[in-house]
């Protein structure tokens, strides 16, 4: 990318940071968040014998739905001040294309996503050590997972709000997605079935495909299954499938939203 | 190579849409060969196993909640606060704690790695319900998911004494405890005593249990856990001769 | 070269379903040319297309046949909007940035460097009013500092082309004769002003050159100093000169 379309892009980026930052909804989100994730040291209690894990099993899952709300919540703001306050108008009558105009908004949600969870991992490895826990790369490569898994969800997020023609039905397929995501994985079962015809089988191979396999990024359920660290290979693997994915997704959004009248 | 003075902005642009779209299928190539690399994958193959729903018998809810969202330990850990909240309902008693092993069962089939339910409950099972088989056959499941976790092995062993006496079947499993790492370094103790009884119990086989007790010991000696091991160690292969007094 | 040049220019709008698709014609074969250093208004009715047109123009939104151009280049060179500004009807803007931070914002997209864009934003909030407020967020600002911080953002880029859309709507008078000494001052500095506008009076006194979009063509275009009387009058006479309907609707 040209130096000067870099710089556009960290200028739409910023912008998107500064405006998420003061909403009041993504500030009450977080606090939110926060408390929850205090809230859990009250929550381990209740786990005699399993205390630490059950604080760290919560910390995550909190953060992970933190996460995707927060997400949510910011590309709908931002949209919602785009399109239907005409806010974009301007924008994009100066001297900025439509796809850069359109990265910057990926990499500002991105942004405001990792201040989101870089904050809130802080805050969980803060209430583990005092509670004695033992903390390892482990934890931190789940959070990547986590913040990996998210940015997928951002950028078909932003996908269907700019295929859709109403904001809410565009949050609401991104909703399901990340749900059936999840689910992406116990296709194979359908798929392995006996019963099963050939023409099923296609059909279920190509949802598999082009289903976000979210659960590929659940490295929480496996930090009790397996003996020392998480293999760096499979990161690698991971990561480069959700790049590929996002990058996907960001290229067909940009391709419709290049076309899109404002 | 291009020569950006003879190109005008326009035209680049028109390059970039036509690189934006081979730029797309490219990137539609590499991202099925990434998942067929994932699939490849020795950590995935282990770790990403279909969930057999038909092993849930009770409660299809959690398996599927917990799948939906991936949250499949939070679920077991809710389940396991389930459990504490059952065992300290003094109603459930009248019935016996009927309930207490399906829902564990429940448990460990969404988490079979939630190791401290295995021997909190089979220690209930064990000692207060006086379900002696159903203990064994939870502490076995334990150990089948999690071969690697010592203190399973050691609950086996304790349970299999309790049951009948059957001291060659405890060693058996202190045996396979003394294997894992992070095991405490008193359980080769108790387990070279244990072979002394067994020689003076089976006398055809002493000294295959002698000879077991002094490979212990010489292993004991050179790499010792603790300094009270290499002690014992020296205590032990000197009384049975297999090392001199100097 | 002309700053503005239509060529056939149409826009048709498809709605409905899938079997049941219905067009809507804002306007067919609008051929417009506009003269650099000039103020030219265009004038019509409520849902006339004058809006459609100035976002055509600006490539918000893409013509069904013909092509556009401002500046001599087609309206999708994004190079071209260097030398252009916009103001829409109602400007809003992100309500928890600051006049600073947006401006900032549109400065970084013009490529002004750091310190021209500092000093072009500060002169351009002292010509509208706003220095002391430039730390203030948006959200506590009124319909008129809104539609200063949009005169503000025109400005930055000292730009060939200005684009305003209702300039004066929904202002109080005094803060519509702030809006009319503005734009008389960058006439006065040979800036081409394209403008669409209901308030003809308005219009009469800074247009050099006036159109008139009705029913989905330019069915007058004349200089102001041209026209005797009021232009409100005049206005009146030439649309009602034309069928009824505005815009065509077929299926």
Redesign the interface.
Known sequence: MEK?QF??TL??A??VL??CI??KILNILFIFAIAIIGGNFIIKE?????EH??LI??GY?NI?IFGFLALLFSIFIITY?EFE???I?????????R?TYFLGKFLGICLILFLNISIMFFLLMLLALLNGINLNINYLLIIASIFLELVVAIAFTLLFTVISSNLITGMIFSFFLF?IG??T??L??LI?KEGTTPILKIILYIIY?LMP????F?L????????GL??F??IL??L??AS??S??CL??S??VFK?K?? | MFNNFFISIQEKRNIMSKYNFWLLILSIILFIFSLILIQSDNFYKLNFKEFSFSEIKQNPFYVIFSSMCGFKILVSDFLWMDIIQYIGDRNNAKTNYKELYPKTMNLITIDPNFTYAYLAVSGILMFELKEIDKAIELIKKGIENNPKYWQLNLYLAAYTYSKGGNIKMAVHNIEIAVIQEGHPPMLERILGNMYVKLSEIEKPYKDFWMEKAKNLWWYMYHHPLEELNKKYAEEHLKKYGFMKYN | MLAIETRNLSKIYISGHFWNKRKTVAFKNINLKVKQNQVYGLLGLNGAGKTTLMKILLGLIFPTEGEAFILGKKVSDIEVRKNIAYLPEMPYFPKYLTPLEILDFYGRLYEIEYKKRKEKINTSLELVGLYNKRNVKLKEFSKGMLQRVGIAQLLINDPKLLFLDEPTYGLDPLATKEMRSIILMLKKSGKTIFLSSHQITEVQQICDKIGILHNGSIINEEKVSNIKGSLENYFIKKINLQPSTAGVIYR
């Open positions: 000067k710089k556009k200028a739409v910023q912008n500064n405006e003061r909403h209740l786990s005699p014998g399993a894990r059950t099993d919560a899952v992970e001040e306050m005409r806010n108008w301007i924008t994009l009558t100066k001297p900025i294309s796809t749900l999840h689910l994985e116990h194979k079962i392995n495909y396999n979210l659960s590929l659940n929480k359920d496996k930090v009790y299954s397996i003996e998480f293999p290979d499979y693997k991971i480069i499938y590929l994915y990058v996907i290229i067909i940009s391709l076309k009248e404002i």
